[in-house]
């Protein structure tokens, strides 16, 4: 796997999953978090939910019924296949392209947010820090929100950099995603580093080796 040397970016990033949006739609109806997601609409109950790169909106369904829903992506083509995903499963939400560190809402603004497998996406540690920062402005005080990352310490990158570029094949065509992979150490120093508390960091459901350093996501809950 070829290792992230060449600057990346967010255009080109967006241009992928623009790319990759239509097959991403039809592989992914179900959120590879959904004990985590609806464990936590049980915990939130309702109110006003951001799902911050909101991709084709799978990561709504624990939500749907009780809160009212905005979703955010970088990639216009996500965007619409979120539309289509959300005229399918019998629900509304209000669907915007922007990009996580310019978030088009006043401060204080969300009373939960998720944002599932997003910040892995953004190079650079002042522009993922910017990026949490920003969302903690638009989060009510005491608002928490749900992040997921890719853990540097799965086994499958025991041997690779911190900044990988990962294929999406397609077609007989491989198309590069960056992925900054985190440690749970440097991703609770992050989220603290930009103003959040961490009520909590473990991994994902399916993770079932009793050492969690090893998992291939970090799953954070935390509060502003």
């Excluded at 920062?133 to 638009?138: H, Q, S």
């Amino acid at each position: 796997m070829p290792e992230a040397k060449d600057r990346v970016t967010a255009a080109k990033l967006q241009h992928v999953y623009d790319r990759i949006a239509p097959d991403w739609y039809g592989l992914r109806h179900h959120s590879r978090f959904t004990a985590e997601l609806k464990e936590l609409a049980g915990r939130w109950q309702s109110g006003r939910l951001l799902n911050l790169g909101c991709g084709q909106g799978a990561d709504f369904q624990a939500f749907k019924d009780s809160f009212e829903l905005h979703g955010v992506d970088f990639s216009p083509e996500m965007i619409k296949q979120a539309h289509r995903y959300t005229q399918k499963y019998g629900f509304e939400a209000k669907l915007t392209v922007a990009d996580a560190g310019s978030l088009p809402y006043p401060a204080d603004y969300f009373d939960w947010a998720i944002a599932v497998a997003i910040y892995h996406h953004i190079e650079g540690d002042r522009a993922r820090l910017a990026a949490l920062e920003e969302l903690r402005r638009v989060l009510k005080p005491d608002g928490q929100a749900f992040v997921t990352v890719w853990n540097r310490w799965q086994p499958r990158f025991w041997f690779s950099r911190h900044g990988v570029m990962v294929p999406w094949r397609q077609r007989g065509e491989k198309l590069y995603r960056y992925y900054h992979l985190f440690s749970y150490n440097e991703l609770g120093k992050l989220i603290s580093e930009a103003g959040f508390s961490v009520i909590r960091s473990h991994p994902e459901s399916g993770y079932s080796f009793p050492i969690k350093a090893f998992s291939r996501n970090i799953c954070l809950l935390a509060k502003k």
